[in-house]
């Protein structure tokens, strides 16, 4: 083990020498804003969970029941998680990272430059998942009362389930490298993770959940009951670790010994096989990723054509920015799972059952419409915090010629504005116009909607770059990288209150006028002021979240020292 330990050093020390635990001033903000973040998240988590644990206990009989189900279903998701993330993350660590080549010159045995692969990939993958989910698990513990074995458990569990994960993927991924190469197989396992995703869903779209709330089905009641007690499939992982917390919630203290002692067995087996898996098989898949062309499918993108109105440096760099994206395969591949997801979204709307709900179908229709933009515009965050936030960064080492060619810091973070705005602006539109529809909203909440949503994109597509070129990272070997840095998080953040600002700004006005059309009443003088003011400051706080922080991202991206 002393080899693993010591190609694990400069992980660690560059971990520790990073620039979160600086002794400056700046760098303790930064650490002090993160820790606190990360905190109220977490505390949000552990109060949901608490209030909804506690809802299902007050049910008797069946609340405990739901209860546990609910805790299998957690398990299980939680372990296809790790799987997904440790597949993608083995292959950039074992086969992708930039430092591979000086590794493996080294006078280490290939086994062991895996083992130290292996973890870091490990840890990289699992970490934030398991975090934002401890606080679920100690909430049952709190609920029904766990003992000490039951935090003993639960932290087995969640060890076991993240090593057995991450050592499947690990033997899956350089099995296939040995028929593929690594840097192709990438976009192979994000079309096969769109089909499994799509196979699941359509899966649990037959099933039709929405009956439910139906009266007259509720006859099927102990059918489902009955299907609540079944026992999960028992050579599955999530199986062993969630019969060992029901055991230590139930107080059985050797039951529960037994399947966290079957769950550490398998991981024995499972690194064993990794172990001896990757001494007969990395080397030569390694070997085979340096050899081989990157691309897996040819391109011609271009957009000349496109852009043939603008002068001449900034059609140049227009087109270059579109080829490079289309070049970056395992860039544009991704739209295809955005389509999917924009897919599922608006076929959720179309499955809502609003005319067997309690309340006016009227009322409901438009408020969902209006809800609806404020989720449309957070699928919007997300899609440009993985797109137009890493944009920045994406120049890498090469920024130095952006700095030194023809065009200025301002043009070029605009540029990269408008190119990530409109595909971005027409989608969300798309997400409002098909959603609005089958909901059947009224014509002003259409128009409202529709509005605020051309108004809110520029404002997000502005923080993501201006907030990416703030704090940009042209070390990343991946975007994902950059999305998750200090300036990723600020980025969340700000769109999250920017967009909260404007949902509670409209809501009174909103509400004022759709009640009064729905009750054909004239509105007072006061409401129509309240109304324009309103209107007024969110179309200033729009056109403010354009300027600001591309103004922001242009004066500290200038003062970048490369």
Not at 167 to 180: D, F, N, R, T
Not at 292 to 305: C, I, P, Q, T, V
Not at 340 to 368: G, R
Not at 506 to 528: C, Q
Request: glycine share 6%.
């Amino acid at each position: 083990m002393h080899d693993v330990v010591t190609l694990l050093r400069p992980r660690i020390l560059g971990f520790k020498n990073s620039s979160l635990f600086d002794r400056k001033k700046g760098s303790r903000i930064k650490l002090f804003i993160l820790a606190v973040i990360g905190l109220l998240f977490w505390s949000g988590i552990f109060a949901v969970s608490l209030r909804v644990l506690t809802y299902f206990k007050s049910i008797e009989e069946l609340g405990t029941i739901i209860a546990f189900k609910l805790l299998s279903m957690m398990l299980i998701t939680l372990m296809s998680l790790l799987i997904f993330s440790s597949i993608l993350t083995a292959l950039s660590k074992l086969f992708m990272s930039k430092d591979l080549n000086l590794v493996h010159a080294l006078p280490v045995e290939s086994h062991r430059i895996f083992l130290a692969r292996w973890i870091e990939s490990m840890v990289d993958s699992a970490w934030m998942v398991v975090v934002y989910t401890l606080p679920v698990f100690m909430a049952y513990g709190i609920i029904f009362q766990g003992g000490p074995f039951f935090y003993v458990a639960m932290l087995s569990s969640i060890l076991t389930l993240t090593a057995t994960a991450s050592g499947l993927s690990a033997i899956v991924v350089m099995a296939a490298v040995i028929v593929i190469p690594a840097n192709r197989i990438r976009n192979i396992f994000i079309f096969l993770g769109l089909i499994l995703f799509l196979i699941l869903f359509l899966a649990f779209r037959l099933l039709r959940p929405e009956r439910m709330v139906n009266p007259e089905v509720f006859s099927s009641v102990m059918l489902y009951l009955s299907a609540l007690r079944t026992p999960e499939l028992p050579y599955l992982p999530s199986t062993w670790a969630y019969d060992a917390m029901r055991a230590a919630l139930s107080g059985s203290v050797s039951e529960g010994l037994f399947h966290m002692a079957l769950a550490w067995s398998f991981v024995g087996l499972t690194v064993l096989s990794s172990i001896i898996f990757a001494d007969a098989f990395y080397h030569r898949g390694m070997s085979k990723t340096q050899t081989s062309a990157a691309r897996l499918f040819k391109n011609r993108a271009s957009g000349d054509f496109i852009f043939a109105f603008l002068p001449g440096p900034t059609k140049a760099f227009a087109v270059k920015e579109i080829k490079t994206f289309f070049r970056d395969q395992t860039q544009w591949s991704q739209i295809f799972l955005i389509g999917a997801l924009v897919l599922i979204y608006i076929f959720n709307f179309k499955a809502l059952p609003l005319d067997q709900a309690p309340i006016n179908t009227v009322y409901l229709q438009n408020l969902l419409s209006f809800l609806n933009v404020g989720l449309a515009a957070f699928v919007l965050i997300a899609i440009t915090g993985r797109f137009a936030f890493p944009a920045v960064s994406n120049e890498n080492e090469a920024f130095w010629l952006v700095k030194s060619g023809p065009l200025t810091i301002r043009s070029f973070l605009w540029i990269k504005f408008f190119i990530y705005m409109i595909p971005l602006l027409i989608l969300t539109e798309i997400l409002i116009v098909a959603t609005n529809i089958f909901l059947n909203v009224t014509t002003f909440m259409m128009v409202l909607s529709t509005i605020t949503i051309f108004c809110m994109v520029p404002g997000v597509i502005a923080i993501a770059i201006g907030f990416g070129a703030a704090y940009p990272n042209f070390k990343s070997e991946n975007p994902a990288q950059t999305v998750t840095s200090f300036g990723g998080l600020l980025f969340m953040v700000v769109c999250a209150a920017f967009v909260g600002g404007i949902i509670m700004l409209e809501a009174g006005p909103v509400y004022n006028l759709f009640m009064a059309g729905f009750r054909n009443r004239t509105l007072a003088l006061w409401e129509w002021g309240w109304i324009v003011g309103s209107f007024a400051i969110v179309f200033t706080i729009c056109v403010l979240a354009v300027l600001l922080p591309m103004r922001f991202g242009e004066k500290r991206l200038h003062n970048q020292g490369i």
